[in-house]
């Protein structure tokens, strides 16, 4: 059942140009949703332009809010969704952005470049993610998913905001290598892009703050939350755990838990996990965003969602595989003075990890690979 | 059309009807109506002008410096008349960058009540307020600004809120050696977002007819040889330091003094 509103305002043009009257006409739909007496206002604003001499009218699309379903065994989301609601036509429009190279400064280095969706949204095969002319970062992508349950994001907590996140890739020199505002003036320039901001904001405006805001519906809507873990603690479709991989989470839950918590798998803090320093290459992680020393070598602890996907491993992807990874932590900490006293624990370094712990492990962290997500076409870029 | 003859018309009507009410008397109880208000910020140094990339200037600490950028974010401005009342300026506003060698050095405040301000308070940087605004704090002119201005970090989400950079010498660096001062938040780790509040020596006088302009004089001396004395010879480079970048902070908000305040109608200073 439709209820439909029509107004028309007339406004007149303050060019000079013969097109001189220009009408908007606004269309607020209502629409009733379902028979259960749950009304679902969708207010919608749809503007249509005619300013050819003829007046013939353009329609655009109408946009509907986007359901976002906290998964029962989250946390509470981070990101304050009533400040920028997820919408159909934002969502696309973040989508579409996600997937651009105009992002970048020679057109070609897109978010989706070093986020693939098929690797959990990381850069498979690239220990180091490399961007613009073919330069190299120090550090490796890290998947995205969950991003709005975070407070803090990139590997040394650059920003404490989600909507201001991609101002890092965009503006460093080794990843994308553009300003925000030549960004802007491409965007702005670009029709398709102006029917698309249109379509996705009531204001309509081509601007920094839409710009964020649909690139942060793209990201609040990537959740990860349908592996065979999740199926597991919510007690969905009668899924059980082999042996192994309820030994792993035995031990995982011992001796990994109190950094990779909740079923986000990270506590969002910073810490020193005990790698050797890269050979030439001396990143001190947090401490370049705090200044402070005490935060040397310290890098936020990543989720370990989809972890079977997103080979190689730490923020410098120096490990190739889950294997390596948990013999570095069984034998391969190095102390120093940031090192983090969980891995300093009952006179030894790291982690006692023996042979069958590890292979235990590797089964239960492979429960959390989510086929539901690694192949949800609402994400994928073709 | 006819618009256009009437506009003017009513505009003098109005500015004659207020100058002869404002003729009896100039207290701020006759003050009424809203206009701009101008905050100069004139650049010096320890009392000299201060010339980008010519003159040397020599310090307290015994170092010598040629200045080559000064550039600095103010924010958040409220005026504070003789009650103590406070009118802060619309927050979403209320950024600005002051560049030196972009020749942009005034803040031009609009639709200020009428009043009789006798201090400014304002802010040197970016609020943490402002960050977790997320989206809907980036508005598009002032982030342009300061990416014009190199007033953006790029590898972190944040604004510089102090870039001076330049060369130097002293009794143990005797080649010219480049120093670079950037100054801002360190993520939520560290907040280096200060404010300062500054009287002014006679007050500034708003109302439909008055539209002050204030003149800072900030000295560029304090950011090194303040309260705090910072040693290029020590570190040249000072961009995010647990120790001296909020030191450097501090000594920033005494750069500041209001000279001398121009009060009357459409003053051109």
């Known amino acids: 059942m439709f209820i439909m509103v029509k107004m028309l305002i007339i406004n007149w043009s303050k060019s000079s140009e013969n097109r001189g009257l220009t009408l908007i006409f606004r269309f607020l739909f209502f629409r009733m949703k379902n028979q259960l007496k749950t009304i679902l206002l969708a207010l919608v604003i749809c503007n249509a332009i005619a300013c050819s001499p003829d007046n013939e009218e353009e329609y655009i699309l109408i946009n509907e809010p986007l359901q976002l379903e906290i998964p029962a065994n989250f946390p509470e989301m981070v990101y304050d969704i009533s400040k920028n609601p997820p919408t159909e036509q934002g969502f696309a429009l973040g989508k579409k952005l996600f997937y651009d190279g105009k992002l970048s400064a020679n057109g070609f280095i897109s978010c989706g470049f070093c986020h693939e969706q098929r690797s959990a949204f990381t850069h498979h095969g690239h220990q180091f993610s490399h961007g613009i002319d073919d330069l190299e970062g120090v550090r490796n992508a890290p998947a995205i998913q969950n991003a709005a349950f975070m407070s803090q994001f990139a590997w040394d907590g650059a920003t404490a905001h989600l909507d201001l996140f991609p101002i890092i890739p965009i503006t460093n020199e080794v990843e994308m290598g553009e300003t925000v505002s030549n960004v802007l003036a491409k965007l702005k320039a670009d029709g398709a892009y102006q029917r698309l901001f249109a379509n996705a904001f009531e204001n309509g405006e081509v601007s920094n703050e839409n710009f964020f805001k649909a690139l942060s519906q793209f990201m609040v809507m990537l959740i990860s939350s349908n592996s065979k873990y999740d199926k597991y603690v919510r007690k969905e479709d009668a899924i059980t755990f082999t042996e192994t991989e309820t030994r792993g989470m035995e031990i995982f839950q011992q001796k990994c838990a109190s950094c990779h918590k909740t079923d986000l798998f990270t506590d969002d803090a910073f810490r020193n996990n005990g790698l050797p320093i890269y050979p030439g290459i001396n990143d001190i992680g947090r401490a370049e965003v705090s200044g402070s020393a005490t935060d040397n070598y310290k890098f936020k602890v990543p989720s370990l969602r989809n972890v079977a996907m997103t080979a190689p491993y730490m923020h410098d992807g120096r490990f190739g595989s889950l294997q390596s990874v948990l013999d570095f932590y069984a034998n391969g900490v190095r102390d120093s003075e940031t090192l983090d006293s969980i891995l300093k624990q009952n006179n030894r370094l790291g982690i006692d990890l023996s042979k069958k712990d590890k292979d235990a492990l590797i089964s239960f962290l492979n429960t959390l690979t989510d086929e539901t997500y690694l192949n949800d076409k609402r994400f994928a870029e073709y | ?269």
């Open chain 2, 1 to 269: 059309m006819i618009a256009k003859y009437i506009k003017p018309l009513l505009l003098t009507a109005l500015i004659s009807l207020s100058a002869c009410s404002s003729d009896d008397d100039n207290s701020a109880e006759s003050l009424s109506g809203e206009n701009d208000l101008t905050i100069e910020f004139d650049n010096g140094f320890n009392g000299d002008d201060l010339l980008l990339g010519a003159s040397t200037y020599t310090n307290s600490n015994g170092e010598v410096l040629t200045i080559n950028r000064f550039n600095y974010l103010v924010s958040n401005f409220v005026l504070i008349d003789s009650e103590g009342n406070e009118y802060a300026y619309p927050k979403d506003d209320s950024y600005f960058v002051i560049s030196e060698e972009n020749e942009m050095t005034e803040v031009h405040l609009t639709n200020i009540p009428a009043g009789e301000y006798v201090s400014v308070r304002f802010g040197l940087g970016v609020d943490q307020e402002k960050y977790q605004q997320g989206a809907e704090g980036q508005n598009d002119a002032f982030l342009k600004t300061a990416e014009d201005n190199e007033m953006m970090w790029s590898w972190q989400a944040g604004y510089k809120f102090l870039n001076f950079e330049g060369s130097f010498t002293s009794a143990t660096v005797t080649e010219a050696t480049d120093f670079k001062i950037h100054m801002g938040s360190h993520g939520t780790a560290l907040d280096n977002y200060r404010e300062v509040e500054i009287a002014m020596p006679t007050a500034a006088l708003v109302s439909s007819t008055l539209s002050p302009v204030v003149h800072l004089a900030v000295d560029a001396n304090k950011i090194l040889d303040g309260a705090h004395k910072i040693l290029l010879s020590e570190a040249a480079v000072v961009m995010v330091d647990e120790v001296k970048s909020p030191q450097i902070a501090e000594n920033a908000t005494s750069m500041f003094r209001v000279d001398h305040v121009h009060n009357g109608e459409n003053v051109d200073h």
